[in-house]
C-alpha cells in the first residue's frame, strides 16, 4: 500500500508564525505557542503539513493526546484492519488486525469505572461517558488496541478521552492521618517519572526556535542520534531529553547578548570644583 504521506503538501512559510496564530487562536488545545510549534515539528517529521498536526493532535491541561479518529485512520492507512462485534451503550467491542497480530478489545461502564478509580455510577455524572457511553467505550477501544499491535501509530500517545480522564495532579497525602512508616515513604523523593512524547516534542520546539529552520533537524540528531521520535524506548526518551537539554542551555548561554557596559561615572571632586 501506497503511503499517503509520501504526497503530503510542504509548509514553506515559518512554523513559528503559523504556531504563534494557532496559539492565538486557541484552537486545538494549543494555549502557547511552544505546544503548537512541538506539534508541528512532529507532524513535520512525519513527512505531514504543520497543520495537519492540530487535527491528529490535541493538547489537553498540558499533555499531547492523540485523537482516536486519527489513530484509526492512520491504522488503516498502514495496512491495518478493523471490525465493530458489537456497538451499543451497554458495551463496544472491537476486533483488529496488523501485519499477522489480532486482537479483540471489550470496553463496558464497569471496566471504564476501574480505569479511573470510580466506586459508583454517580462519580460518572460529570463526565462525557454519562451521555455518550458508546463513543468512549469506542475511543478506549481503539487507542488500547493500537497501542499493542501497532504502537508506532501513536507513538505512545493517549487519545484525548483518555487524558481528560487522567487526574490533573497527584492526590496530597497528610502525613498525619497515616502510620509513620507510611508518612516517611509520601515523603520521600518520588522517582522521576520517564519522559514522555510530549516532553520531547517541547524540547524540541525550544530547540527549533534558537537555531530557526531548517537546521534544528539536523542540530536534533547530532544532538541525540536519532533521526525521528518515533518509536524510541524509554531509555532513549530519557537520553534523548537530557542530551536536548544540556544543548539547549548551552545554545541560550552563547546566543545570549552580551551586556552593554556601564557609564563611567564622574569623579565627585572634579564635578564639585566646577
Known amino acids: 500500500?501506497?503511503?499517503?504521506?509520501?504526497?503530503?503538501?510542504?509548509?514553506?512559510?515559518?512554523?513559528?508564525?503559523?504556531?504563534?496564530?494557532?496559539?492565538k487562536s486557541g484552537l486545538f488545545g494549543c494555549k502557547t505557542t511552544e505546544q503548537a510549534v512541538a506539534l508541528m515539528c512532529l507532524a513535520e517529521s512525519q513527512g505531514l503539513h504543520p497543520?495537519?498536526?492540530?487535527?491528529r493532535y490535541h493538547i489537553i491541561d498540558g499533555r499531547p493526546s492523540m485523537k482516536a479518529e486519527a489513530m484509526l485512520a492512520a491504522f488503516v492507512a498502514d495496512g491495518g484492519k478493523f471490525s465493530i462485534i458489537h456497538y451499543g451503550d451497554d458495551y463496544v467491542e472491537m476486533a483488529f488486525s496488523c501485519n499477522g497480530n489480532e486482537i479483540k478489545i471489550r470496553w463496558d461502564q464497569e471496566r471504564y469505572m476501574r480505569a479511573i478509580g470510580a466506586t459508583n455510577v454517580a462519580a460518572l455524572a460529570n463526565r462525557v461517558v454519562a451521555k455518550y457511553p458508546a463513543a468512549i467505550f469506542r475511543s478506549r477501544c481503539i487507542s488500547e488496541a493500537i497501542r499493542t499491535i501497532a504502537p508506532h501509530i501513536s507513538c505512545g500517545m493517549y487519545s484525548e478521552h483518555e487524558v481528560q480522564d487522567m487526574p490533573s495532579e497527584p492526590k496530597q497525602v497528610q502525613g498525619r492521618d497515616i502510620p509513620e512508616f507510611e508518612a516517611i515513604q509520601a515523603n520521600a523523593t518520588p522517582p522521576l517519572p520517564a519522559p514522555t512524547l510530549g516532553d520531547l516534542m517541547a524540547a524540541l520546539g525550544r530547540l527549533s526556535q534558537i537555531v530557526g529552520e531548517p537546521d534544528y533537524k539536523i542540530t536534533f540528531k547530532k544532538i541525540t542520534g536519532l533521526d525521528t521520535l518515533r518509536g524510541i524506548d524509554e531509555d532513549q526518551r530519557f537520553v534523548a531529553l537530557n542530551a536536548l537539554n544540556d544543548a539547549i542551555k548551552r545554545l541560550e548561554m552563547e546566543t545570549e547578548p552580551e551586556p552593554e557596559p556601564e557609564p563611567k561615572k564622574e569623579d565627585d571632586s572634579n564635578v564639585a570644583s566646577n
Open 1 to 23: 500500500m501506497s503511503n499517503p504521506n509520501a504526497l503530503a503538501p510542504r509548509f514553506s512559510g515559518s512554523i513559528q508564525d503559523l504556531a504563534a496564530s494557532v496559539a
Open 51 to 55: 497543520m495537519v498536526a492540530c487535527t
